[in-house]
């Protein structure tokens, strides 16, 4: 039973944000409640809201001042340059801009991290579509698959991997390299194709559909020019080097796992709003520029937090990882891994990454050994989907309501875009691996 209500948990959560019915703060909060008053848990469910929310916390005050930091990092023209640079490198030509996200957001998702790849990518390359018209879920979904398929060795799926089977990081992930390169072909191939699409509509004079979430015509001239004016009253050249230092401060310590990410973010937008904004009312204008967006991420994420406290907590994320490894017919168990390949990414939108690589992958690795397949099979078919392609459309990652309100797109336009893209990374990959001998058939 547990299993079974949690799975209409998750298909009702997913049907309701990709069809628009409801926001997504509120399906995130009420659909587990409704599942564990179902269950006959209410009377726990504020106690596993409290326990999701005290996860989450850290998470949500980090993004709360990552906006705040790299908002005030944008007002002072920080990106100017490097917005300036991809602009002579693409031109103005939608095929190469979109190829150009591909690559930058692929060049700073390096470091592992999926939040620091979008807070830059996108609020960098944004006002470029913007200006030229271009949509928005176009640079969400490059940009997302771009960070998708980066599953390197220090990326948080490989290293749960490793850790969940107990194998070298490099055992498991060495034999993808291959495969990861196959991938990589594709996003920027895909990035083309989308840009070449943009390129066509935009010279046909194609309005974007009204369903789409991502208008980005919606200003007058004259609102453009003042909002410019606006925008360049605000930008401090003359503190560029510091600024500059500033960011590499900021994102240097948080990769180095010097200090938790919060207190990296709260304290670098301190120093960022004293040091280029001194008088106290002009910070509160930014402040206030920014909140907007911050609240909204705050509110997503600790209803997020409450979400996956509920699922977590009720046991029903359990029942489903158990359910679902037990009744894999036996004709299918010499095949597992290649099963597990094409259903990684869709299992993304039902497991967070904790829940799959430490519960659901050890019990589909002890089935497989139980059929004479190589536990670390599983564990390579899982990265080419499950959080990595999976990752920026999951409702249950921070990183997808990230992609969304950075980019300026509805969440629901963003996935119904993104999934199939993201869906046909995953699959191509998972028949490179075959055909490089990585899984076997």
């Not at 990589?184 to 699409?197: I, M």
């Not at 200003?219 to 003359?238: F, K």
């Not at 300026?408 to 999934?419: K, S, V, W």
């Not at 993201?422 to 490179?432: E, G, H, N």
Request: charged residues 10%; positive net charge.
């Amino acid at each position: 039973m547990l299993a079974l209500i949690g799975a209409l948990a998750i298909v009702s959560l997913l049907a309701l944000i990709l069809s628009n019915r409801t926001s997504p703060l509120s399906a995130l909060i009420l659909v587990p409640v409704v599942a564990a008053l179902l269950v006959g848990l209410g009377a726990a469910v504020p106690g596993y809201i409290v326990a999701g929310i005290a996860k989450i916390a850290p998470v949500a005050g980090m993004f709360v001042f990552a906006i705040l930091f790299f908002g005030i990092m944008t007002d002072v023209g920080l990106l100017a340059p490097l917005v300036s640079l991809v602009l002579r490198l693409v031109g103005e030509k939608p095929t190469r801009i979109a190829v150009g996200t591909a690559l930058l957001a692929l060049l700073i998702h390096l470091d592992g991290s999926g939040a620091v790849c979008f807070l830059v990518t996108i609020p960098a390359l944004r006002p470029l579509y913007d200006r030229l018209g271009m949509d928005r879920r176009v640079l969400a979904c490059t940009a997302s698959m771009a960070a998708g398929v980066n599953f390197l060795p220090w990326t948080g799926p490989t290293l749960r991997a490793a850790a969940a089977l107990k194998v070298p990081v490099t055992t498991l992930f060495t034999p993808m390299i291959g495969v990861q390169f196959v991938g990589l072909a594709f996003v920027f191939a895909a990035a083309w194709w989308l840009g070449r699409a943009e390129e066509r509509r935009l010279a046909s004079g194609i309005a974007l559909p009204s369903a789409s979430g991502a208008s980005t015509r919606d200003a007058s001239p004259e609102q453009g020019h003042r909002d410019e004016a606006d925008a360049l009253s605000l930008r401090r050249p003359r503190l560029l080097p510091f600024n500059v230092a500033l960011t590499l401060v900021v994102v240097g310590v948080m990769i180095a796992g010097i200090m938790e990410p919060v207190v990296v973010f709260m304290v670098g937008t301190a120093v960022a709003l004293l040091v280029n904004y001194p008088d106290a009312a002009q910070q509160r204008a930014r402040i206030d520029a920014h909140a907007r967006a911050a609240l909204l991420m705050a509110g997503i994420l600790l209803a997020a937090g409450a979400f996956t406290g509920i699922m977590t907590g009720s046991g029903m994320i359990g029942a489903m990882a158990d359910t679902a490894a037990l009744r894999i017919p036996e004709a299918l168990g010499s095949r597992l891994p290649v099963l597990v390949g094409v259903l990684a990414m869709p299992l993304s939108l039902v497991f967070d990454p904790d829940s799959f690589y430490f519960g659901v992958l050890p019990v589909i690795a002890r089935v497989a050994e139980s059929f004479g397949t190589p536990a670390i099979s599983v564990g390579q078919a899982a990265l080419l989907g499950q959080m990595t392609t999976g990752f920026p459309v999951s409702p249950l990652t921070p990183a997808t309501f990230l992609v969304a309100g950075l980019s300026g797109i509805e969440l629901g336009a963003h996935q119904r875009f993104a999934i199939p893209w993201l869906f046909a990374a995953s699959l191509v990959m998972v028949i490179a691996a075959v055909l490089f001998g990585v899984l076997p058939l």
